[in-house]
Structures are given as structure tokens and as C-alpha cells.
């Protein structure tokens, strides 16, 4: 089976109604007084690192791309929970862990660590508090809405690539962990764009039932001459959302299209329909 | 590094106070006004699982074991996350997977799942609710409480060896659910004994700062001539718990042994010493 077919078969299981269908980033679900939003990521060696990859930096992205998700929802990490494969640079892991939760403000709050032969893979499970209500899901994006990102594409993709300015914004990413909370009162629908700006716009899109009419030209890149590929690059860890037209948003943010009716396509790229998810981003096979 | 010294290390990072410092199975937090129960267990193809094993018993365990945490702390299970590495026997996983989750009631609240190549590595993230305040740990036992184990030792064992009388209890394990929540309002101390009687036991000891003397004839095992085997193997998912001198269980369990001053070794064992836990059962290296 490849990932799709087994996550829609795991959707056929026995789901809590907070699993959202497995059509959002995180699980989000009322326990006590408050709302609890939950995510797992797991990275395998060979697949989301090159075993000659720094494991210090390894270890910030996995703490990083999980954060990624609570800030979507505009949660408060609480903490995580460490699934761990012993290894030989394991000081380095504990090293760059320690940097990432520090930076981001996160306690451990436990987990596993195993010995395994051959390629490694690291999971961690992230915790976190809802900031508002109701919490931000991919759905909610209305007609007429304002589309908005975060920050500058590209420079994951730039830094990846060995460029100096960029390699930080690779090797270090930083979650919107604020930006999601200022932003989650307001927005009708938000997620981050770790798969890539437009294969995480036209899954936007289809969560909504709408059309998402993006003009590339007004999405902010790194490097001009680069456009088409930061669209499509992954790893960026900035926020998507959509905003009621007379709202502005409360963080530095650019418009960078408008929520349409659904029309035949799920996403307009300079009017040009773009009909299905192939080639749009990155896409674990 | 090994697992001790990786754990060691990770305690020095930023800890959340429900971690319990590691010195237990779960974290244990307030949130929204409740006590949150969360657990992470890991097994790796080639350390916990042969590659020949049936992959949907594997799925199974990866539950029970994560589930069996929560239930030494009396916790009713509220979801699991998945972190699941693609094969070729998906099918079958996610039949063992089903079959775990309807048989203890838990849902699916989400998880990741990923390609990689080579030995597979498999997680799962346990959430639960407290049932009783406060909740159960590993460091509570009195002198002069009384020593109890539920069910009846070496099963897993025989299983594992073969005999089709007891394929199942290594197979398909049950966690103690209904017991834990049973037994968590008057228990001094509780844990679960997948790594096997006697080293639980020596864990709870020192948690408790307190020696355990345990007879070896009052442990119920499945075959009296294996007893010492019994007491050492793993994978059982029984619980381990001291009660107070007047308390009677309240439910089927038997006594073992009395909890008493801290000697000069956590465990007594016939009024054997045991000084250090090498060899006394499942130690993950």
C-alpha cells in the first residue's frame, strides 16, 4: 500500500470524532474544561534525512515540523513525547533536541528509546492547548475570503541547496507558534505549508469545497528567478490561512489571492485550473 | 550511548513535572481541570519483533503494551496516535491494529505514516484519563504493605516457546484496564511487569525506597517446574501493586510478599538479597 491507501484505510478503524477523518494536521478534542490538540511526526533516515545529515538538526526539525502543526490550530505546546533510535551521534541528537525545545519553550514530557539495526526513525508526539475557539481546521475557508502566507518561500529550498544566507531556514526551522495563536481567533481556515505552498493549498481547498484563485506573483520568494520551484518546495514551515475580506490580519502576513466558489479545479494559479495534487509538492509515496 | 545512559541524559533536558523525572511508566499532567494520562512505547524489527513475526500480532502488542501502562496507573484509555513505517504486509497490521483497538475500546486519534527502507520501527502514543486522584505510581509502597500480582506468571513465556495453551497470552496480551481503574483509589504503588516480576519489582523497590521480599512459592505460574524462568521473562501485562496491611484487593490477585525497611538490597527474594537488577529480566541494551 502506498500512505494514502493506508491512511483511508486506517479512516475505515475505529476513529474518535477528534481524529477530524484524518482531514487536518492534528487531533483536536475537548478533555476537561479545555481542548487538547495532539500530533505525531515521524522521520525515517533514508526518507526525510540523508544518514550523512547533521542528527542535531535532525532532532530540531522533528521538534520543529511537529510544533508546525500545533501552531496551525494556534495551539500552546505543552510538551512531547520522544519515540528514539539509538545511534551512534547520540550526544549530538540530545544536543540539538535540547536547543529546539529550549527555543521553543517545550518540556519533555517523555517517551521511548529503543536500539535498532539499520536505518533509523525518530517519532515524537507533540501536546498542545487550544489559544481559541473554535480551533482552526483546513475547512473552513468561505467565498470571498482574503488567502494569506507567512513569511518568505524558498529559503528552506535555498538553504537545502548549500545557499549560506538560507542555511538556517533548513537545518532550523522555526514554527509560527506565535503567529498561530494571534492568528487563530480570526481565520477561517489555517495550516502550515511543510508539504509546500500549493500542495498544501489545493488540500486547503478541497478540505473547504472551494476554490483557492492564488496570483504567484504577490507570494513573497527568496529568490525571483526561483519562483515556480518555491511554490512547490516544502519544508518552509510558514502558516496558509484564509480571512474574512474585511479583516486585516494581526501579524505580518501578504495576501496572496482569494477564496472562489468551487469551480472545476480546486486551485487557480494565474487563472490557469489546476486539476490534481501531481507534482504540486512534496508527496510521501 | 545506552538506553540508561540516553535516559539519564534526557533528564537533564527541560522536563515537564508530570514526567515524573522518567522514574515511571506515563506522564501524568493536570489539564482542563482533569488528569491526563500519556504514554509512548516503540518496538523496532530485530529488537521486539522478528522479521518473520505475524505482523498483525505485532500490531497488537504495539497497543496492549502502551495500553497496559495506562492501565498501571488506573487510567481509561482515550486514544492512540500511530506512527507506522509502510511494508508489505500493511494489510495485515491494520487487521491486529483493528482487532486491538475494538477488543479495549480505544479510537484512533491520528499519527503518521511514512516509507522507509530497511527494519521497520513502529510507535504509538497512548492517551488516557485519570480514574482515580492521586494517580498511582511506582513510588508509594509502605513498610508493611502487602505484595500482589495479578494473574498467573510465565504464560507469555510458554507461548513464545511454543505451547499452543498459551499462544495466545504471548500473542495477543490483555492489558489490566478494568483491574488498574479497579484497583487505583487504594493501591500504594502499581506498575505493569512486561520486563518481568523480579525487575519490576526492583524498580518499584528503589522508586519506593523501600525493600520488597517476595516468595517465590506464592507467585502463580503457569508450569511450577519453569518458576525461576517465570519470574524473570517478560511480556505478562500483569500488574504489580502493595496495598496496606488491612486493604484486601478488590479483585483477583495474589499476594507475594510484604514490603519492608529499606535494607541493603531493593529485593529479597526468599530472603535472598538481590543487590543490582542484572538478570533479573527483559533489560533493553
Chains 1, 2 share one sequence.
Request: proline share 6%.
Amino acid at each position: 500500500m502506498n500512505e494514502a491507501d493506508f491512511i483511508a484505510a486506517l479512516t475505515r478503524l475505529s476513529l474518535h470524532p477528534g481524529a477530524r477523518g484524518f482531514e487536518d494536521d492534528c487531533a483536536v478534542l475537548e478533555f476537561g474544561g479545555e481542548t487538547l490538540i495532539l500530533t505525531h511526526d515521524a522521520m525515517a533516515e533514508g526518507t526525510h534525512f540523508r544518514a550523512d545529515a547533521d542528527i542535531a538538526d535532525v532532532a530540531w526539525k522533528l521538534v520543529a515540523s511537529n510544533l508546525s502543526d500545533l501552531a496551525a490550530k494556534g495551539a500552546q505546546p505543552v510538551g512531547v513525547l520522544l519515540g528514539y533510535c539509538l545511534g551512534s551521534d547520540d550526544q549530538s541528537f540530545l544536543q540539538g533536541l535540547s536547543q529546539a525545545l529550549e527555543a521553543f519553550d517545550t518540556p519533555l514530557l517523555g517517551g521511548d528509546t529503543i536500539k535498532a539495526d539499520g536505518q533509523r526513525v525518530f517519532g515524537l508526539t507533540a501536546i498542545g492547548k487550544a489559544s481559541a475557539n473554535p480551533v482552526p481546521s483546513r475547512g473552513g475557508a468561505k467565498v470571498g475570503d482574503g488567502i494569506y502566507v507567512t513569511g518568505t518561500l524558498g529559503r528552506a529550498m535555498l538553504g537545502y541547496e548549500g545557499d549560506e544566507d538560507h542555511l538556517e531556514a533548513f537545518n532550523r526551522p522555526s514554527p509560527r507558534l506565535s503567529e498561530g495563536q494571534a492568528l487563530a481567533p480570526h481565520v477561517s481556515a489555517m495550516m502550515d505549508i511543510s508539504d509546500g505552498l500549493l500542495l498544501d493549498a489545493y488540500r486547503l481547498a478541497k478540505a473547504s469545497k472551494v476554490t483557492l484563485a492564488i496570483d504567484s506573483e504577490a507570494v513573497p520568494v527568496a529568490q525571483p528567478g526561483r519562483r515556480d520551484d518555491a511554490l512547490r518546495w516544502g519544508d518552509d514551515y510558514e502558516l496558509l490561512f484564509t480571512l474574512p475580506e474585511d479583516t486585516n490580519p494581526p501579524i505580518d502576513a501578504t495576501r496572496i489571492g482569494q477564496v472562489e466558489p468551487l469551480g472545476f479545479a480546486p486551485l487557480l494559479l494565474d487563472d490557469n485550473p489546476i486539476l490534481n495534487a501531481q507534482g504540486l509538492g512534496y508527496e510521501h509515496s
